[in-house]
Nanobody
Framework: QVQLVESGGGLAQPGGSLRLSCAAS????????MNWARQVAGKGLEWVSGIYSDGSDTYYADSVKGRFTISRDNAKNSVFLQMNSLKPEDTALYYC???????????????WGKGTLVTVSS
């Protein structure tokens, strides 16, 4: 019943930008923190960013801090990841993931989208 559908991936040049979107349904979106995570081919998952249920606080992995911005629009049940100053090492499959709670405490993520591929290459 829970659905998370990512979009916005594609090819970008180093130093370029992409904006990822995640459309959520099947749950009370505004009650849950949301996250972005990524997986580089052949490697494990890396948590990228998270946002509190009402958008009042955001969190970033050191690897993307200062370059990526997470945001959400609860009226549209959507979460976004604005990626600027892209680097080749940002190339990965990016997943939108629902948190188990509102984000005050970490209880893990329970639902994941299928992912959208981001390729950064010259």
């Amino acid at each position: 019943q829970v659905q998370l559908v990512e979009s916005g991936g594609g090819l970008a040049q180093p130093g370029g930008s992409l904006r990822l979107s995640c459309a959520a349904s099947g749950f009370t979106f505004s009650s849950y923190a949301m996250n972005w995570a990524r997986q580089v081919a052949g490697k494990g998952l890396e948590w990228v960013s998270g946002i509190y249920s009402d958008g009042s606080d955001t969190y970033y992995a050191d690897s993307v801090k200062g370059r990526f911005t997470i945001s959400r629009d609860n009226a549209k049940n959507s979460v976004f990841l604005q990626m600027n100053s892209l680097k080749p090492e940002d190339t990965a499959l990016y997943y939108c993931a629902k948190d188990r709670s509102n984000g005050r405490y970490y209880y893990g993520m329970d639902y994941w989208g299928k992912g959208t591929l981001v390729t950064v290459s010259s």
